[in-house]
């Protein structure tokens, strides 16, 4: 058994597509009118051509806004983003315009940050430290 998709839900999947492409620099994988005016919108890394991809599907179905809510006055973060330096990804992200809503924070195997997306979620980008260090 594998990851192969996950799904962000997103407020807006055309804002969704522009920041997770032009922004982040994930790739389109899948673009496709589903009606409606909505897509099957999945992006992935361009490091990982056959790796798992990210659904950025329609936020809405009742349920999602009072779970997101949740979760943001919580400040749990809806996704999980690897990255090889939080730091220097975070000035990049922040160089672009995008709001840190966390700096990154030291806590023990890894370190991690967090933002928001524009999307109605904030996500979490973490970088494990190789096992010697942690």
């Not at 919580?74 to 995008?98: F, K, T």
Request: one cysteine or more.
């Amino acid at each position: 058994m594998r990851i192969e998709l996950t799904s962000i839900f997103v407020d807006d999947q055309n804002r969704a597509r522009d920041f997770y492409t032009g922004v982040l620099g994930f790739e389109i994988r899948h673009d496709e009118p589903m009606g409606d005016g909505a897509f099957w919108l999945t992006v992935g890394s361009p490091e990982r051509p056959d790796g798992p991809e990210i659904l950025l599907e329609p936020a809405g179905h009742p349920a999602v806004g009072p779970y997101r809510e949740a979760l943001i006055a919580d400040g749990i973060p809806l996704a999980q983003l690897a990255v090889d330096d939080v730091r220097a990804e975070v000035e990049r992200l922040r160089s672009r315009g995008v709001a840190i809503t966390q700096e990154p924070t030291d806590f023990g195997p890894g370190v991690f940050a967090v933002f928001d997306d524009t999307c109605g979620n904030i996500i979490q980008l973490l970088e494990m430290k190789p096992d010697e260090q942690a």
